[in-house]
């Protein structure tokens, strides 16, 4: 298994123009472990009655969110949907927080956020500058349900989910946050501008300093742009460990 991780992250670094692996990964990783979430404070009665206040400081834990979005009833996405899926990762003031845009068939059908094939990529692309779910990192999505066929998501349902990832960022509060992809982006930032445009460039969400790239299902479909990616990988590592 280790291996095949192996030769995935060669071909990554090699399809990016890289010569030559980091070997300067922070230390020690170890150190960082798993926050034990908090009883929730609301009661489903209260969430179903007052779905407009789901995004208010009465969302204490990240429990207390899971609980309001597997009673929210305005999306129609949930109807669809086999799981509700928040995030995976580490929920204490983790390094970094990966944002994508919807989950897709393989997290629907795990409950898992990006675990299919774009998944492994993007755990490739963290663990290329020391980063990983399992030690210093919080992998969320702007929409918990799948859009049926993997349809891109309507404004309308971005909008009535945005408060929830809104929230997250608060709790969580990750050090930076690496949006995957233009959804992601333009949701959370208000800018209109393709993610060509954007990838690279520090933005800012709720204080926290954020920088896109390219969503890692692109990347798998267009190759040439991982030359890209490894760029904004290398400011995202300067950034957290300089």
């Given at each position: 298994?280790?291996?095949?991780?192996?030769?995935?992250?060669?071909?990554?670094?090699?399809e990016?123009?890289?010569?030559?692996?980091?070997?300067?990964?922070?230390?020690?990783?170890?150190?960082?472990?798993?926050?034990?979430?908090?009883?929730?404070?609301?009661?489903?009665?209260?969430?179903?009655?007052?779905?407009?206040?789901?995004?208010?400081?009465?969302?204490?834990?990240?429990?207390?969110?899971?609980?309001?979005?597997?009673?929210f009833?305005?999306?129609?996405?949930?109807?669809?949907?086999?799981?509700t899926?928040?995030g995976?990762?580490?929920?204490?003031?983790?390094?970094?927080?990966?944002?994508?845009?919807?989950?897709?068939?393989?997290?629907?059908?795990?409950?898992?956020?990006?675990?299919g094939?774009?998944?492994q990529?993007?755990?490739?692309?963290?663990?290329?500058?020391?980063?990983?779910?399992?030690?210093?990192?919080?992998?969320?999505?702007?929409?918990?349900?799948?859009?049926?066929?993997?349809?891109?998501?309507?404004?309308e349902?971005?909008?009535?989910?945005?408060?929830?990832?809104?929230?997250?960022?608060?709790?969580?509060?990750?050090?930076?946050?690496?949006?995957?992809?233009?959804?992601?982006?333009?949701?959370?930032t208000?800018?209109?501008?393709?993610?060509?445009?954007l990838?690279?460039?520090?933005?800012?969400v709720l204080?926290?300093p954020?920088?896109?790239?390219?969503?890692?299902s692109?990347?798998?479909?267009?190759?040439?742009r991982?030359?890209?990616?490894?760029q904004?990988?290398?400011?995202?590592?300067?950034?957290?460990f300089?």
């Amino acid at each position: 298994m280790n291996n095949k991780k192996n030769q995935f992250l060669d071909s990554f670094l090699k399809e990016s123009g890289v010569s030559e692996k980091l070997t300067d990964y922070p230390q020690p990783l170890e150190t960082w472990g798993k926050k034990q979430l908090k009883t929730p404070t609301m009661s489903e009665e209260n969430i179903v009655e007052k779905p407009l206040e789901l995004s208010s400081e009465d969302l204490s834990s990240l429990e207390d969110i899971r609980i309001a979005l597997e009673n929210f009833t305005q999306c129609g996405l949930k109807r669809y949907a086999k799981h509700t899926i928040i995030g995976e990762g580490i929920t204490d003031s983790p390094l970094v927080m990966c944002i994508g845009e919807a989950p897709g068939a393989d997290e629907d059908r795990l409950g898992r956020p990006f675990v299919g094939v774009s998944g492994q990529l993007l755990d490739q692309m963290l663990h290329s500058i020391g980063l990983s779910r399992e030690k210093n990192t919080y992998i969320s999505n702007i929409l918990p349900w799948r859009p049926p066929g993997n349809r891109p998501p309507t404004q309308e349902e971005i909008s009535l989910c945005l408060p929830f990832i809104q929230r997250q960022i608060s709790l969580i509060r990750p050090r930076a946050i690496l949006f995957l992809g233009g959804v992601p982006t333009q949701s959370l930032t208000n800018r209109t501008d393709g993610i060509t445009r954007l990838r690279g460039c520090w933005l800012e969400v709720l204080g926290i300093p954020a920088l896109p790239t390219f969503h890692p299902s692109y990347l798998l479909r267009t190759p040439i742009r991982k030359k890209e990616a490894w760029q904004d990988l290398l400011s995202l590592k300067k950034r957290l460990f300089t």
